[in-house]
């Protein structure tokens, strides 16, 4: 099993700046992709970006491409989320997940979450 444990949230003005980090430890061995998700209140939780375990893959929601940037230091086993130029349309809880596919392109494919960290932007 992965856990996977969120840290970095907090608040923030608009056009400030967060970086989100997701230490994984347990069978990271089995680990390919790294997703980040975002669920604000009342919505449906949704994408935000995902890295390949090895780095040389990343893909990012229209919402945030161009504002946030996911990357990864295997070393410390560790996914970052850095976000930029952050609006108030940002705020929710922001989870990062684990997945043993290869693809990583739905919800259902990641295998291990973690609990969540708190994004509040004010305007």
């Known amino acids: 099993q992965v856990q996977l444990v969120e840290s970095g949230g907090g608040l923030v003005q608009a056009g400030g700046s967060l970086r989100l980090s997701c230490a994984a430890s347990g069978s990271i061995f089995s680990i390919n992709v790294m997703g980040w998700y975002r669920q604000a209140p009342g919505k449906e939780r949704e994408f935000v970006a995902r890295i390949s375990w090895s780095g040389s893959s990343t893909f990012y929601a229209d919402s945030v491409k161009g504002r946030f940037t996911v990357s990864r230091d295997n070393a410390k086993n560790t996914v970052y989320l850095q976000m930029n130029r952050l609006k108030p349309e940002d705020t929710a809880v922001y989870y990062c997940?684990?997945?043993?596919?290869?693809?990583?392109?739905?919800?259902?494919?990641?295998?291990?979450w973690g609990q969540g960290t708190q994004v509040t932007v004010s305007s």
């Open positions: 997940a684990a997945a043993r596919s290869y693809y990583g392109t739905s919800d259902w494919e990641y295998d291990a």
